[in-house]
Nanobody
């Protein structure tokens, strides 16, 4: 099992920046892929960015150039994933979720709320 906990969500003004963190615990060494998703009010959950165990990244088209996903894995049982978000707009307002997958299962965090005011 893998447990995920997001942090860093807050109220920010349009044009501002924010960095979200996702701390993974449990069977961290089994993780092969991580991602950030978001869900805005009344909308479906959508992929924001993903990163593989060896560091390859992919982004949703609307996030390219503004968002950067990264991870820090200092020990076998410690892993943090980050999402640096720049040039935020009110359309980025959503609950942001951390997701991880190993060979058998996928896991979700509880989410962290980001609100971008105009």
């Amino acid at each position: 099992q893998v447990q995920l906990m997001e942090s860093g969500g807050m109220l920010v003004q349009a044009g501002g920046s924010l960095r979200l963190s996702c701390a993974a615990s449990g069977n961290v060494i089994s993780i092969i892929r991580l991602a950030w998703y978001r869900q805005a009010p009344g909308k479906q959950r959508e992929l924001v960015a993903e990163i593989t165990w060896n560091g390859d990244t992919q982004y949703a088209d609307s996030m390219k150039g503004r968002f950067t996903v990264s991870k820090f894995h200092p020990k076998n049982d410690e892993l943090e994933m980050y999402l640096q978000m720049n040039s935020l707009t009110p359309e980025d307002t959503a609950v942001y979720y951390c997701w991880a997958r190993n060979r058998g299962n996928s896991f979700w965090g509880q989410g962290t709320q980001v609100i971008v005011s105009s």
